[in-house]
């Protein structure tokens, strides 16, 4: 009779292993295709095009941008937001909603509608229905200049807050904080406007003298055009909003709370590496050019 071939050791060890292997290189694969995550973030009017545009001239993703100069805050911080996100262990592409204010995209994370707005928020916008991050802004950090026309002479001479109350300013309805700032600062005539641009014509046409605003990096005197209007700071002299700033999440969304926590996870790095305070400085918020610059509030 014929001898009856034995199974080879090698046969029922490596035969389960190579299915093993199998299955986890059709796994990768899967996982390799799969679609990424796009998750709806809320931000503000032509938000999407200062983002996207930001994006293309660093080679088209967020994760590897180390040099934020030439973007504004609000970009600046969905770009970290991205890269927190990634460090907790949840990737994610944008897909920005955009509201005309910031206050109609910031309902629209309450109301669940977007996983979480685009930059940061003052702490008093948060509510029951949103997550607050960490600070990303930090109490004390947030400096602003006094905005207006050149040809203001009166305005560009100012040199204490006394004297600043004399003179009229703008500002977003929906700026609640700014709004808070202007009144405890004593400014006695503030009108409020539905929308930034607003903010900027009214300055512009010579209806009112002035508008706060973060410091602009792109020229050496720290002026900004925008609308076709150029404002330039009155020279020496600054403001501070005494209150920090956090990313805010929809407990409503099906994913805000998942990226809440890896946001969270994430930024405990970058702050432990001082990456968050290196963007703000590259993008020109915190600014180091009015550093020695007389504050007049608080």
């Excluded at 199998?22 to 990768?28: Q, R």
């Excluded at 203001?152 to 929906?174: C, Q, Y």
């Excluded at 709370?257 to 703000?280: E, F, S, T």
Aim: hydrophobic share 40%.
């Amino acid at each position: 009779m014929a001898n009856s071939k034995k199974p080879c050791y090698a046969d029922w060890v490596f035969k389960p292993c190579a299915c093993i292997l199998a299955l986890l290189i059709l796994a990768a694969s899967i996982s390799a295709s799969a679609e990424p995550l796009v998750l709806p973030i809320a931000a503000s009017q032509d938000y999407a095009y200062s983002y996207k545009d930001f994006l293309n001239r660093h080679g088209g993703s967020p994760y590897s941008i180390d040099d934020f100069a030439g973007t504004t805050r609000g970009v600046t911080s969905l770009v970290l937001m991205q890269q927190a996100a990634r460090i907790g262990g949840m990737p994610f592409e944008v897909n920005v909603l955009e509201s005309p204010n910031p206050g109609r995209a910031m309902l629209l994370v309450k109301q669940g509608k977007a996983a979480a707005f685009a930059s940061d928020m003052w702490q008093n916008e948060f509510d029951d229905t949103v997550i607050m991050s960490p600070p990303v802004v930090r109490k004390g950090e947030f400096e602003k200049g006094i905005y207006g026309l050149r040809e203001n002479s009166a305005l560009m001479a100012v040199r204490s807050l006394k004297e600043l109350r004399t003179f009229s300013t703008a500002v977003d309805l929906t700026w609640q904080r700014d709004i808070e700032t202007l009144t405890a600062m004593g400014i006695h005539t503030i009108t409020k406007v539905p929308r930034y641009e607003l903010m900027i014509r009214v300055v512009g046409g010579h209806r009112t003298d002035f508008i706060i605003a973060e410091f602009a990096n792109v020229n050496h005197d720290f002026s900004f055009t925008a609308y076709g209007v150029k404002l330039y700071p009155v020279p020496g002299v600054k403001i501070v909003i005494p209150h920090s700033r956090h990313f805010m999440f929809s407990k409503k969304h099906p994913m805000g709370a998942r990226l809440a926590k890896a946001v969270n996870c994430g930024m405990k790095q970058l702050r432990k590496q001082g990456r968050i305070r290196k963007a703000l400085e590259q993008c020109g918020f915190i600014n180091t050019g009015v550093a020695k610059w007389k504050q007049i509030y608080p």
